[in-house]
Protein backbone atom coordinates (compact mmCIF):
# COMPACT_ATOMS: atom_id res chain seq x y z
CA UNK A 1 0.00 0.00 0.00
CA UNK A 2 1.92 3.25 -0.79
CA UNK A 3 2.49 5.75 2.16
CA UNK A 4 0.06 8.59 1.48
CA UNK A 5 -3.17 5.66 1.11
CA UNK A 6 -1.72 3.84 4.67
CA UNK A 7 -1.31 7.20 6.48
CA UNK A 8 -4.89 8.48 4.93
CA UNK A 9 -6.19 5.37 6.63
CA UNK A 10 -4.76 5.97 10.06
CA UNK A 11 -5.81 9.31 9.93
CA UNK A 12 -9.43 8.77 9.98
CA UNK A 13 -10.10 10.59 13.22
CA UNK A 14 -8.12 13.59 13.21
CA UNK A 15 -8.84 15.59 9.80
CA UNK A 16 -11.01 18.01 11.52
CA UNK A 17 -8.83 20.68 12.62
CA UNK A 18 -8.42 21.50 16.48
CA UNK A 19 -6.91 18.99 19.14
CA UNK A 20 -10.37 17.09 20.26
CA UNK A 21 -10.81 15.41 16.49
CA UNK A 22 -14.73 15.02 15.92
CA UNK A 23 -15.98 11.30 16.64
CA UNK A 24 -18.70 9.52 15.17
CA UNK A 25 -21.32 9.69 17.77
CA UNK A 26 -22.67 6.67 19.56
CA UNK A 27 -24.85 4.25 17.37
CA UNK A 28 -23.66 5.67 13.77
CA UNK A 29 -21.03 2.84 13.29
CA UNK A 30 -21.92 2.28 10.23
CA UNK A 31 -21.87 5.81 9.00
CA UNK A 32 -18.19 5.61 9.21
CA UNK A 33 -16.17 8.91 9.01
CA UNK A 34 -15.51 10.50 5.90
CA UNK A 35 -11.60 10.94 6.11
CA UNK A 36 -10.46 14.53 5.43
CA UNK A 37 -8.03 14.68 2.85
CA UNK A 38 -7.38 17.35 0.04
CA UNK A 39 -6.39 17.36 -3.34
CA UNK A 40 -3.29 19.58 -4.34
CA UNK A 41 -3.50 19.54 -7.52
CA UNK A 42 -1.32 22.34 -8.38
CA UNK A 43 1.96 20.79 -6.53
CA UNK A 44 4.25 18.28 -7.15
CA UNK A 45 2.63 15.08 -6.19
CA UNK A 46 2.12 11.66 -7.02
CA UNK A 47 -1.77 11.25 -8.67
CA UNK A 48 -2.91 8.03 -7.47
CA UNK A 49 -4.97 6.20 -10.00
CA UNK A 50 -5.21 2.72 -8.52
CA UNK A 51 -8.97 1.13 -8.18
CA UNK A 52 -9.99 4.01 -10.84
CA UNK A 53 -12.19 4.27 -12.69
CA UNK A 54 -14.49 1.77 -11.24
CA UNK A 55 -17.43 0.40 -12.66
CA UNK A 56 -19.75 0.68 -9.32
CA UNK A 57 -23.01 -2.08 -9.17
CA UNK A 58 -26.48 -0.84 -8.47
CA UNK A 59 -27.54 -3.09 -4.99
CA UNK A 60 -30.44 -1.30 -3.98
CA UNK A 61 -33.26 1.47 -4.47
CA UNK A 62 -34.92 3.08 -1.79
CA UNK A 63 -36.65 6.42 -1.23
CA UNK A 64 -35.46 8.69 1.99
CA UNK A 65 -37.85 10.96 1.05
CA UNK A 66 -40.48 11.46 -1.92
CA UNK A 67 -37.85 13.99 -3.29
CA UNK A 68 -34.23 12.22 -2.36
CA UNK A 69 -33.73 8.91 -3.69
CA UNK A 70 -30.84 6.31 -2.23
CA UNK A 71 -28.88 4.21 -4.32
CA UNK A 72 -26.94 1.74 -2.91
CA UNK A 73 -23.62 0.69 -5.10
CA UNK A 74 -21.91 -2.43 -3.40
CA UNK A 75 -19.72 -5.23 -4.58
CA UNK A 76 -15.84 -5.65 -5.53
CA UNK A 77 -15.36 -2.18 -7.46
CA UNK A 78 -16.95 -0.54 -4.41
CA UNK A 79 -14.36 -1.91 -2.11
CA UNK A 80 -11.61 -0.85 -4.90
CA UNK A 81 -13.22 2.73 -4.79
CA UNK A 82 -13.30 2.57 -0.91
CA UNK A 83 -9.40 1.13 -0.40
CA UNK A 84 -8.27 4.68 -1.93
CA UNK A 85 -8.36 7.52 0.05
CA UNK A 86 -11.65 8.41 1.30
CA UNK A 87 -13.27 11.80 0.44
CA UNK A 88 -16.64 13.19 0.39
CA UNK A 89 -17.54 13.73 -2.74
CA UNK A 90 -17.48 10.74 -5.81
CA UNK A 91 -17.11 11.72 -9.44
CA UNK A 92 -20.21 9.79 -11.10
CA UNK A 93 -19.80 8.67 -15.02
CA UNK A 94 -23.47 7.60 -16.59
CA UNK A 95 -23.83 5.46 -19.18
CA UNK A 96 -24.63 6.68 -22.60
CA UNK A 97 -27.05 3.79 -23.47
CA UNK A 98 -26.64 -0.10 -22.11
CA UNK A 99 -23.06 -0.60 -21.70
CA UNK A 100 -21.01 1.56 -19.84
CA UNK A 101 -18.13 3.18 -21.80
CA UNK A 102 -15.80 4.35 -18.81
CA UNK A 103 -13.18 6.70 -19.87
CA UNK A 104 -9.41 5.76 -19.51
CA UNK A 105 -6.32 7.34 -18.63
CA UNK A 106 -4.06 9.35 -20.85
CA UNK A 107 -0.83 10.90 -19.45
CA UNK A 108 0.19 11.64 -16.22
CA UNK A 109 -2.83 9.72 -14.67
CA UNK A 110 -4.99 12.27 -16.38
CA UNK A 111 -8.64 11.11 -18.03
CA UNK A 112 -8.62 11.39 -21.57
CA UNK A 113 -12.23 11.48 -22.09
CA UNK A 114 -13.54 10.77 -25.40
CA UNK A 115 -15.78 12.93 -27.13
CA UNK A 116 -18.89 13.11 -24.97
CA UNK A 117 -17.52 11.60 -21.91
CA UNK A 118 -16.69 14.46 -20.09
CA UNK A 119 -20.35 15.72 -20.15
CA UNK A 120 -21.75 12.29 -18.33
CA UNK A 121 -19.84 13.08 -15.12
CA UNK A 122 -21.35 14.69 -12.31
CA UNK A 123 -20.85 15.49 -8.13
CA UNK A 124 -22.50 13.27 -5.47
CA UNK A 125 -21.50 13.23 -1.61
CA UNK A 126 -21.01 9.89 -0.33
CA UNK A 127 -23.61 9.89 1.78
CA UNK A 128 -22.74 6.98 4.18
CA UNK A 129 -20.28 3.82 3.08
CA UNK A 130 -19.20 0.78 4.62
CA UNK A 131 -15.50 -0.49 3.64
CA UNK A 132 -15.98 -3.69 5.77
CA UNK A 133 -19.38 -4.47 4.03
CA UNK A 134 -18.05 -2.58 0.62
CA UNK A 135 -20.92 -0.59 -0.11
CA UNK A 136 -21.34 3.41 -0.55
CA UNK A 137 -24.59 5.21 -0.45
CA UNK A 138 -25.26 8.32 -2.56
CA UNK A 139 -28.90 10.15 -2.35
CA UNK A 140 -30.23 11.74 -5.21
CA UNK A 141 -32.18 14.27 -5.60
CA UNK A 142 -34.83 13.75 -8.35
CA UNK A 143 -35.05 17.06 -10.08
CA UNK A 144 -36.14 15.31 -12.83
CA UNK A 145 -34.16 17.56 -15.74
CA UNK A 146 -30.74 16.08 -15.28
CA UNK A 147 -28.27 13.25 -16.60
CA UNK A 148 -27.99 11.73 -13.31
CA UNK A 149 -31.46 12.79 -11.72
CA UNK A 150 -33.03 10.76 -14.68
CA UNK A 151 -30.68 8.54 -14.34
CA UNK A 152 -31.50 7.79 -10.64
CA UNK A 153 -35.31 7.70 -11.82
CA UNK A 154 -34.59 4.80 -13.56
CA UNK A 155 -31.88 3.11 -11.37
CA UNK A 156 -32.31 -0.77 -10.87
CA UNK A 157 -30.48 -3.68 -8.82
CA UNK A 158 -27.69 -4.31 -11.42
CA UNK A 159 -26.97 -1.16 -13.50
CA UNK A 160 -23.51 -0.08 -13.29
CA UNK A 161 -21.98 3.26 -13.30
CA UNK A 162 -18.05 4.42 -13.06
CA UNK A 163 -16.90 6.34 -10.03
CA UNK A 164 -13.92 7.88 -11.50
CA UNK A 165 -12.70 10.12 -8.79
CA UNK A 166 -13.52 12.45 -6.09
CA UNK A 167 -12.55 15.28 -3.84
CA UNK A 168 -13.97 17.90 -1.48
CA UNK A 169 -13.60 19.40 1.86
CA UNK A 170 -15.50 19.52 5.08
CA UNK A 171 -15.71 22.03 7.78
CA UNK A 172 -13.10 22.76 10.55
CA UNK A 173 -13.53 22.25 14.15
CA UNK A 174 -15.14 26.00 15.56
CA UNK A 175 -16.83 26.60 18.49
CA UNK A 176 -20.20 27.57 16.38
CA UNK A 177 -20.97 26.47 12.96
CA UNK A 178 -23.47 27.16 10.70
CA UNK A 179 -24.64 25.26 7.93
CA UNK A 180 -27.01 26.11 5.39
CA UNK A 181 -28.20 23.81 2.69
CA UNK A 182 -31.02 23.43 -0.32
CA UNK A 183 -32.04 19.92 -1.13
CA UNK A 184 -28.94 18.96 -3.05
CA UNK A 185 -26.91 19.88 0.21
CA UNK A 186 -28.51 17.65 2.43
CA UNK A 187 -26.75 14.21 2.18
CA UNK A 188 -23.14 16.37 2.97
CA UNK A 189 -25.24 18.38 5.43
CA UNK A 190 -26.31 15.41 6.86
CA UNK A 191 -23.07 13.40 6.94
CA UNK A 192 -21.21 16.47 8.70
CA UNK A 193 -24.04 16.46 11.49
CA UNK A 194 -23.28 12.92 12.29
CA UNK A 195 -19.39 13.68 12.83
CA UNK A 196 -19.79 17.08 14.72
CA UNK A 197 -18.41 16.75 18.54
CA UNK A 198 -21.79 16.20 21.40
CA UNK A 199 -21.00 19.68 22.33
CA UNK A 200 -20.92 21.22 18.73
CA UNK A 201 -23.00 24.63 19.10
CA UNK A 202 -24.26 25.88 16.21
CA UNK A 203 -27.51 26.13 13.53
CA UNK A 204 -28.21 24.43 10.46
CA UNK A 205 -30.96 25.98 8.08
CA UNK A 206 -32.11 23.39 5.38
CA UNK A 207 -34.54 24.64 2.49
CA UNK A 208 -36.51 21.61 0.60
CA UNK A 209 -40.28 22.32 -0.43
CA UNK A 210 -42.07 20.86 1.90
CA UNK A 211 -42.07 18.71 5.27
CA UNK A 212 -42.46 15.66 3.27
CA UNK A 213 -39.14 16.43 2.11
CA UNK A 214 -37.36 16.64 5.55
CA UNK A 215 -36.16 13.67 6.89
CA UNK A 216 -34.58 12.64 10.16
CA UNK A 217 -30.85 14.24 10.93
CA UNK A 218 -28.70 12.84 13.57
CA UNK A 219 -27.12 15.81 15.37
CA UNK A 220 -25.85 17.30 18.52
CA UNK A 221 -28.21 18.43 21.17
CA UNK A 222 -26.86 22.46 20.90
CA UNK A 223 -27.10 22.46 16.73
CA UNK A 224 -30.84 23.81 15.90
CA UNK A 225 -32.12 22.45 12.64
CA UNK A 226 -35.13 24.74 10.92
CA UNK A 227 -35.99 23.48 8.08
CA UNK A 228 -37.50 25.91 4.98
CA UNK A 229 -40.20 24.81 3.16
CA UNK A 230 -40.27 26.37 -0.29
CA UNK A 231 -43.76 25.42 -0.93
CA UNK A 232 -43.80 24.88 -4.69
CA UNK A 233 -41.58 27.95 -5.36
CA UNK A 234 -39.06 27.33 -7.75
CA UNK A 235 -35.77 26.40 -6.11
CA UNK A 236 -33.96 28.28 -8.26
CA UNK A 237 -34.94 31.52 -7.17
CA UNK A 238 -36.40 30.81 -3.83
CA UNK A 239 -35.05 33.13 -1.08
CA UNK A 240 -35.89 31.50 1.73
CA UNK A 241 -32.45 29.98 2.60
CA UNK A 242 -30.59 33.31 2.37
CA UNK A 243 -33.28 35.27 4.28
CA UNK A 244 -33.03 32.81 6.64
CA UNK A 245 -29.12 33.16 6.86
CA UNK A 246 -29.15 36.95 6.76
CA UNK A 247 -31.42 37.40 9.16
CA UNK A 248 -29.32 34.57 11.97
CA UNK A 249 -27.65 36.59 14.46
CA UNK A 250 -24.21 35.10 14.68
CA UNK A 251 -22.01 34.87 18.00
CA UNK A 252 -19.91 37.91 18.85
CA UNK A 253 -16.45 36.27 18.12
CA UNK A 254 -16.55 35.72 14.33
CA UNK A 255 -12.83 33.91 14.47
CA UNK A 256 -15.14 30.61 16.59
CA UNK A 257 -17.40 30.85 13.75
CA UNK A 258 -17.76 28.72 10.63
CA UNK A 259 -19.79 28.89 7.85
CA UNK A 260 -20.74 26.21 4.83
CA UNK A 261 -23.10 26.62 2.47
CA UNK A 262 -24.10 24.41 0.06
CA UNK A 263 -26.76 25.14 -2.43
CA UNK A 264 -27.72 26.69 -5.42
CA UNK A 265 -25.61 29.58 -6.93
CA UNK A 266 -27.46 32.27 -6.26
CA UNK A 267 -27.53 31.54 -2.15
CA UNK A 268 -23.78 31.05 -2.68
CA UNK A 269 -23.30 34.01 -4.19
CA UNK A 270 -25.52 36.42 -1.95
CA UNK A 271 -24.56 34.60 1.41
CA UNK A 272 -20.94 34.63 0.28
CA UNK A 273 -21.31 38.59 0.23
CA UNK A 274 -23.23 38.36 3.43
CA UNK A 275 -20.81 36.42 5.25
CA UNK A 276 -17.55 38.45 4.16
CA UNK A 277 -19.79 41.89 4.93
CA UNK A 278 -20.56 40.44 8.47
CA UNK A 279 -16.64 39.61 9.13
CA UNK A 280 -16.52 36.05 8.99
CA UNK A 281 -12.77 35.17 8.03
CA UNK A 282 -12.84 34.09 4.60
CA UNK A 283 -10.71 30.77 6.26
CA UNK A 284 -14.14 30.14 8.14
CA UNK A 285 -16.17 29.75 5.16
CA UNK A 286 -16.82 26.50 2.80
CA UNK A 287 -19.09 27.87 0.47
CA UNK A 288 -19.89 25.98 -2.64
CA UNK A 289 -22.63 26.02 -5.47
CA UNK A 290 -23.70 22.49 -5.57
CA UNK A 291 -25.70 22.88 -8.96
CA UNK A 292 -26.28 26.63 -11.53
CA UNK A 293 -30.20 27.21 -12.87
CA UNK A 294 -30.30 26.10 -16.35
CA UNK A 295 -27.17 24.69 -16.62
CA UNK A 296 -25.53 20.86 -16.82
CA UNK A 297 -22.88 20.57 -14.33
CA UNK A 298 -21.08 19.68 -17.01
CA UNK A 299 -21.70 23.19 -18.98
CA UNK A 300 -20.04 25.18 -16.14
CA UNK A 301 -17.57 22.53 -14.00
CA UNK A 302 -14.51 24.00 -15.98
CA UNK A 303 -15.35 27.48 -15.18
CA UNK A 304 -15.81 27.04 -11.38
CA UNK A 305 -13.01 25.00 -10.06
CA UNK A 306 -13.79 23.80 -7.44
CA UNK A 307 -15.41 20.48 -5.85
CA UNK A 308 -16.12 19.45 -9.34
CA UNK A 309 -15.14 17.65 -12.76
CA UNK A 310 -12.26 18.41 -15.01
CA UNK A 311 -9.00 17.30 -13.76
CA UNK A 312 -9.77 16.64 -10.41
CA UNK A 313 -11.65 13.17 -11.70
CA UNK A 314 -9.00 11.98 -9.63
CA UNK A 315 -7.62 11.92 -5.96
CA UNK A 316 -4.50 13.18 -5.62
CA UNK A 317 -2.68 13.29 -2.60
CA UNK A 318 0.99 14.33 -1.94
CA UNK A 319 2.87 11.57 -1.06
CA UNK A 320 3.48 10.61 2.64
CA UNK A 321 1.34 13.14 3.91
CA UNK A 322 -2.47 12.42 4.32
CA UNK A 323 -4.14 14.95 5.66
CA UNK A 324 -3.79 16.14 9.41
CA UNK A 325 -5.51 19.08 11.03
CA UNK A 326 -3.17 21.80 10.01
CA UNK A 327 -2.60 20.86 6.68
CA UNK A 328 -6.56 21.00 5.82
CA UNK A 329 -6.19 24.27 7.78
CA UNK A 330 -4.15 25.49 5.14
CA UNK A 331 -5.97 24.24 2.48
CA UNK A 332 -8.69 26.27 3.02
CA UNK A 333 -7.34 29.17 3.61
CA UNK A 334 -6.09 28.40 -0.14
CA UNK A 335 -2.40 28.70 1.24
CA UNK A 336 -1.86 25.00 -0.59
C1 LIG B 1 -19.61 18.79 -4.04
C2 LIG B 1 -21.02 18.51 -4.55
C3 LIG B 1 -21.80 17.54 -3.95
C4 LIG B 1 -23.10 17.28 -4.41
N1 LIG B 1 -23.84 16.32 -3.80
C5 LIG B 1 -25.08 16.05 -4.25
C6 LIG B 1 -25.86 14.99 -3.66
O1 LIG B 1 -25.41 14.27 -2.76
N2 LIG B 1 -27.11 14.79 -4.13
C7 LIG B 1 -27.64 15.54 -5.17
O2 LIG B 1 -28.77 15.30 -5.56
N3 LIG B 1 -26.92 16.53 -5.74
C8 LIG B 1 -25.65 16.79 -5.32
N4 LIG B 1 -24.92 17.77 -5.91
C9 LIG B 1 -25.54 18.56 -6.97
C10 LIG B 1 -25.53 17.84 -8.32
O3 LIG B 1 -24.19 17.59 -8.72
C11 LIG B 1 -26.21 18.75 -9.36
O4 LIG B 1 -27.55 18.96 -9.01
C12 LIG B 1 -26.12 18.18 -10.76
O5 LIG B 1 -26.40 19.22 -11.66
C13 LIG B 1 -27.10 17.05 -10.98
O6 LIG B 1 -26.84 16.50 -12.25
P1 LIG B 1 -28.01 16.15 -13.26
O7 LIG B 1 -27.34 15.37 -14.34
O8 LIG B 1 -29.17 15.56 -12.56
O9 LIG B 1 -28.44 17.56 -13.84
P2 LIG B 1 -27.61 18.40 -14.92
O10 LIG B 1 -27.56 17.68 -16.22
O11 LIG B 1 -26.34 18.84 -14.32
O12 LIG B 1 -28.56 19.68 -15.09
C14 LIG B 1 -29.72 19.64 -15.94
C15 LIG B 1 -30.67 20.75 -15.53
O13 LIG B 1 -31.16 20.47 -14.24
C16 LIG B 1 -30.97 21.58 -13.38
N5 LIG B 1 -30.72 21.08 -12.02
C17 LIG B 1 -29.60 20.48 -11.54
N6 LIG B 1 -29.77 20.15 -10.25
C18 LIG B 1 -31.01 20.56 -9.90
C19 LIG B 1 -31.77 20.51 -8.73
N7 LIG B 1 -31.30 19.93 -7.60
N8 LIG B 1 -33.01 21.01 -8.72
C20 LIG B 1 -33.53 21.58 -9.84
N9 LIG B 1 -32.87 21.66 -11.01
C21 LIG B 1 -31.63 21.15 -11.04
C22 LIG B 1 -29.79 22.32 -13.99
O14 LIG B 1 -29.81 23.67 -13.64
C23 LIG B 1 -30.00 22.10 -15.46
O15 LIG B 1 -30.91 23.05 -15.97
C24 LIG B 1 -23.62 18.03 -5.49
C25 LIG B 1 -22.82 19.00 -6.10
C26 LIG B 1 -21.53 19.24 -5.65
C27 LIG B 1 -20.68 20.28 -6.31
Redesign the pocket.
Known amino acids: MPDAKRNADHNDNDAHAGSDPHKPREGRERHEKHERHERHEHHEHSIDTEGLPAAIVVEKVSDVTRSMRRIRFAGPAVAGYLSRPRVP ?1 VKLFFPDGPVLDLPKFGERGRYAYAPGQRERV ?4 V ?1 AYSVEESWMD ?4 R ?1 G ?5 SWAESARPGDVVGAVGGG ?1 RLPRACDWILLMAD ?2 GV ?2 LAAILETLPEEQRGVALIEVDAEADEQPLACPPGVAVRWLHRQGAD ?2 ASPLLTEAGKALELPPDLNGVFAWV ?1 AESHVVRDMRKDLRDRGVPRQNQLI ?1 G ?9 EYSAESNH ?2 VTDESMIAIPEASALTADSLGRAMRGAD
Do not use: K, Q
Not at 138 to 141: N, Y
Not at 145 to 149: C, D, E, H, I, K
Open positions: NRTYTRVDFVHAGLASGDTPAPASIYWHAGRAESDR
